[in-house]
């Protein structure tokens, strides 16, 4: 069950950008994420406290996490949109996070079809989604599930260093 994330969920979320972190510093995937910097239960309690948290839960357990707004980061513009729609009608995934054990079993998917219908429920037809270049399993989901990438813009991004940032869209 996709739902907006209660304050008593910031430490499940913050448990899962932890345990993605330790795969990256593993070796065991490539998201480019940085312990400490970002994202953080900082990142996690500042989404909570601009209500736009979200996190999927399984019997009791917090298996995913993203944050849904019409925030749009100042990279974007830099990037040569398809639809250059009014900010109004645009929504935007952040920080997609899916707990490492359920990986592979179609929660990535599930997110992504619940902001869809989230971003129709607010009268937004344009969907925006940023990733890491090295994010390569992102990266080919959100190929599948039909988005088209439209700049990638090297830059600090979150307080991490070095990051080419590959911005796609997709209009619903």
């Not at 359920?102 to 989230?118: L, S």
Request: one cysteine or more; a negative charge.
């Amino acid at each position: 069950m996709i739902r907006k994330a209660r304050e008593e969920d910031l430490l499940s979320v913050a448990n899962i950008y932890e345990e993605v972190i330790a795969r990256e510093e593993k070796g065991e995937t490539r998201i480019g994420w940085v312990r400490d910097i970002y994202p953080t239960m900082e990142t996690a309690r500042e989404a909570f406290e601009k209500d736009d948290l979200f996190v999927d839960e399984e019997e009791g357990t917090v298996v995913a996490t993203a944050r849904i707004n019409q925030e749009q980061v100042p990279e974007y513009v830099r990037v040569d949109w398809e639809y250059p729609a009014k900010d109004e009608d645009v929504m935007v995934l952040h920080t997609l996070a899916v707990s490492p054990s359920r990986a592979g079993q179609g929660i990535g998917t599930r997110f992504e079809q619940f902001y869809e219908q989230y971003a129709l429920e607010h009268g937004c037809h344009y969907l925006r989604i940023d990733t890491n270049r090295k994010n390569t399993a992102a990266r080919g989901l959100y190929k599948k599930l039909g988005y088209q990438e439209r700049g990638i813009i090297p830059c600090t991004f979150n307080g991490i260093r070095d990051v080419f940032l590959v911005c796609l869209e997709k209009r619903i």
